[in-house]
C-alpha cells in the first residue's frame, strides 16, 4: 500500500461556507470528544493544518484506544463510572485488517488478516505515535456538557470538561465540537416477556469476557451481529448447548455439533425460553446480544439533537454534520462498514466544511437529504432504527459522495470488493471465515488464501 497525504484548500472550487467565512481570519478552536480510532483520526488531521485549527482531545480513559482497551472489568472503572468497552479476552476481528485499517496507514504485513483486539489497540497507539497526537489529549478528563454559547456567536460551544483525579471542573469555549464518543457502550436490553421469572441469568453481552463462567450450561445467544455469532461459537466447547436465537435466516453452514439455531424468543417462563418458531427449551442463561443505543449524555438539551429509536441520530446530513449547527461534528455514527476507512474520510470532508473550502447545501436542502436517505432505508425493508445502517452498496455510494465533494484521493475498488468476499465467505463458512488470509496486490486485486485445514 502506498501512504497518501492531502492538504486541501478548495477555495479555487468552492466559495466558501458561512462557517469557514465567520471564522477565516483566526484558527479555529476544535474540542474532540474521545480518543479512540475516531478521535484519532481527527486529531491526525486537525495537527496537519495548525495555522487553520487548534484543537484539544478529552479522553476519560488514561490511555488511546477507546473502545479497543480491553479490560478484565465489567461494571464501573476506577473512578466509578460505566465501563466503556465491550471487547472480550479472545476477541478477534470480524473485518481482515486489509479493509480494516486507515487507508494510508496500514497494518503489519506479519500479522494474519483477522487479528486481536490487542493488535488494535497496538496498530492505534502506532498511529497516535506517528502523528504525534498524544500531547493533544487530555487524559482522566470528562466532558459532563456541551452546549451552544448564546453570548459571544464568535465561539459557539461552551463545553464544560472535570479531571476525574482532581474533581476540578472548567468551562472552555470552542468554534467546533468533534464527538467520537463511540456507541458500543450502553447495551440495549430487550423487553421479553416472562423474563423476570427465568431461573437463569440474564446479561448482555456487554458484560461478557471469558467462556469459564459458562461450562456445562445450556446458553441462549439472542441476536446474531457480529458479537452473537462469535460468542456462540467460542462457548461451544466450553457448554453443554449453545442456541443462536435470531429473527433472521439460519446461517446455511456447518456448525459445532452442539450449536443449535432458532428463531428470536418469543417469551420465558421460568427456566423454559419460547422461541418464535414454536420451539422450546430448557437454558441456563441467556446472553443478549442484542446491541448498543446511541447515547450522548454531555450533550445539552440547547444542541437540538434528538436520538430516536435508540440508535438514530437527528437532524444529521451525510451521517456526520449537527444540520442545525454543522460545527457539531459526529464521528462514526455508520453501521456495517469498516469504521476506521469510513471514519478517515469522514474527518476530512467535515474539517473542509469547518475551515470553507467545501459549502454546505440549505438547511432546508439537507433535512430533505437526511429524510429521503431515511426513506431508501425504510424501502430496503429496514427498520428505523436502521437509519445509519450501510453496507456495501451504501457504503459505495457514502464514501464515494464524501470523496468527491472535498476533492479526496478515492477509496481502491478491492477494499470494497474484499469487504463484499469477507461477507460471503463470512455467511458460506461462519465458523472458519477467520482463518483465511488476504493479500492487496494492486488497488483493484487482491488474493483469497484458504486455510489449510
Known amino acids: 500500500m502506498h501512504s497518501h497525504r492531502h492538504s486541501h484548500r478548495h477555495s479555487h472550487r468552492h466559495r466558501h461556507s458561512p462557517i469557514g467565512l465567520?471564522?477565516?481570519?483566526?484558527?479555529?478552536?476544535?474540542?474532540?470528544?474521545?480518543?479512540?480510532?475516531?478521535?484519532?483520526?481527527?486529531?491526525?488531521?486537525?495537527?496537519?493544518?495548525?495555522?487553520?485549527?487548534?484543537?484539544?482531545?478529552?479522553?476519560?480513559?488514561?490511555?488511546?484506544?477507546?473502545?479497543?482497551?480491553?479490560?478484565?472489568?465489567?461494571?464501573?472503572?476506577?473512578?466509578?463510572?460505566?465501563?466503556?468497552?465491550?471487547?472480550?479476552?479472545?476477541?478477534?476481528?470480524?473485518?481482515?485488517?486489509?479493509?480494516?485499517?486507515?487507508?494510508?496507514f496500514p497494518f503489519s504485513d506479519k500479522l494474519p488478516s483477522f487479528i486481536s483486539h490487542r493488535d488494535v489497540r497496538a496498530y492505534l497507539e502506532d498511529y497516535a505515535k506517528a502523528f504525534d497526537l498524544v500531547k493533544y489529549v487530555k487524559f482522566n478528563t470528562i466532558v459532563?456538557?456541551?452546549?451552544?454559547?448564546?453570548?459571544?456567536?464568535?465561539?459557539?460551544?461552551?463545553?464544560?470538561?472535570?479531571?476525574?483525579?482532581?474533581?476540578?471542573?472548567?468551562?472552555?469555549?470552542?468554534?467546533?465540537?468533534?464527538?467520537?464518543?463511540?456507541?458500543?457502550?450502553?447495551?440495549?436490553?430487550?423487553?421479553?416477556?416472562?423474563?423476570?421469572?427465568?431461573?437463569g441469568k440474564i446479561l448482555h453481552s456487554h458484560y461478557y469476557r471469558t467462556p469459564d463462567g459458562f461450562r456445562d450450561q445450556?446458553?441462549?445467544?439472542?441476536?446474531?451481529?457480529?458479537?452473537?455469532t462469535d460468542i456462540a461459537l467460542e462457548l461451544a466447547p466450553y457448554v453443554k448447548r449453545v442456541i443462536l436465537s435470531s429473527n433472521d435466516e439460519p446461517f446455511p453452514c456447518a456448525m459445532p455439533s452442539n450449536l443449535e439455531q432458532l428463531a428470536g424468543i418469543e417469551s420465558i417462563e421460568n427456566g423454559t425460553i419460547a422461541f418464535k418458531d414454536g420451539e422450546k427449551r430448557m437454558a441456563d442463561v441467556v446472553m443478549l446480544c442484542t446491541g448498543y443505543e446511541y447515547v450522548y449524555p454531555f450533550l445539552a438539551p440547547e444542541c437540538g439533537i434528538e436520538v430516536k429509536h435508540r440508535m438514530r441520530v437527528t437532524p444529521i446530513y451525510k451521517h456526520l454534520l449537527h444540520i442545525k449547527h454543522p460545527s457539531l461534528v459526529f464521528l462514526g455514527l455508520p453501521q456495517q462498514v469498516p469504521p476506521l476507512v469510513v471514519v478517515h474520510y469522514q474527518v476530512q470532508y467535515a474539517l473542509s466544511v469547518l475551515q470553507g473550502s467545501v459549502t454546505l447545501p440549505s438547511e432546508i436542502e439537507m433535512l430533505a437529504d437526511e429524510e429521503s436517505n431515511f426513506r431508501r432505508q425504510l424501502v430496503l425493508g429496514r427498520k428505523p432504527h436502521n437509519a445509519h445502517k450501510l453496507g456495501l452498496k451504501l457504503m459505495q455510494e457514502y464514501v464515494q459522495s464524501l470523496t468527491s465533494l472535498a476533492d479526496l484521493k478515492p477509496l481502491p475498488e478491492v477494499i470494497f470488493s474484499l469487504y463484499e468476499t469477507n461477507g460471503r465467505i463470512r455467511r458460506q463458512k461462519l465458523a472458519t471465515f477467520k482463518n483465511y488470509n488476504y493479500k492487496i496486490v494492486s488497488d483493484k486485486q487482491f488474493e483469497v488464501i484458504e486455510p489449510s485445514c
Not at 480491553?70 to 479493509?99: A, I, R, W
Not at 445450556?218 to 452473537?228: E, F, Y
Open 218 to 228: 445450556t446458553v441462549v445467544c439472542l441476536g446474531a451481529g457480529p458479537s452473537g
Open 22 to 104: 465567520f471564522f477565516r481570519m483566526a484558527a479555529l478552536r476544535v474540542a474532540v470528544v474521545g480518543a479512540g480510532a475516531a478521535g484519532l483520526c481527527a486529531s491526525r488531521f486537525l495537527a496537519a493544518q495548525p495555522d487553520v485549527f487548534h484543537h484539544d482531545v478529552f479522553e476519560m480513559a488514561s490511555n488511546v484506544g477507546g473502545l479497543w482497551v480491553y479490560t478484565d472489568q465489567t461494571t464501573k472503572d476506577s473512578y466509578g463510572h460505566d465501563v466503556h468497552t465491550s471487547m472480550y479476552e479472545h476477541l478477534c476481528t470480524n473485518f481482515p485488517k486489509e479493509v480494516m485499517g486507515f487507508p494510508d
Open 144 to 199: 459532563q456538557s456541551v452546549m451552544p454559547s448564546k453570548d459571544n456567536a464568535k465561539t459557539p460551544w461552551r463545553v464544560c470538561v472535570k479531571q476525574l483525579a482532581t474533581n476540578k471542573e472548567e468551562v472552555l469555549t470552542y468554534d467546533a465540537v468533534v464527538v467520537c464518543n463511540g456507541h458500543y457502550s450502553k447495551p440495549i436490553i430487550p423487553s421479553i416477556p416472562g423474563a423476570n421469572t427465568f431461573h
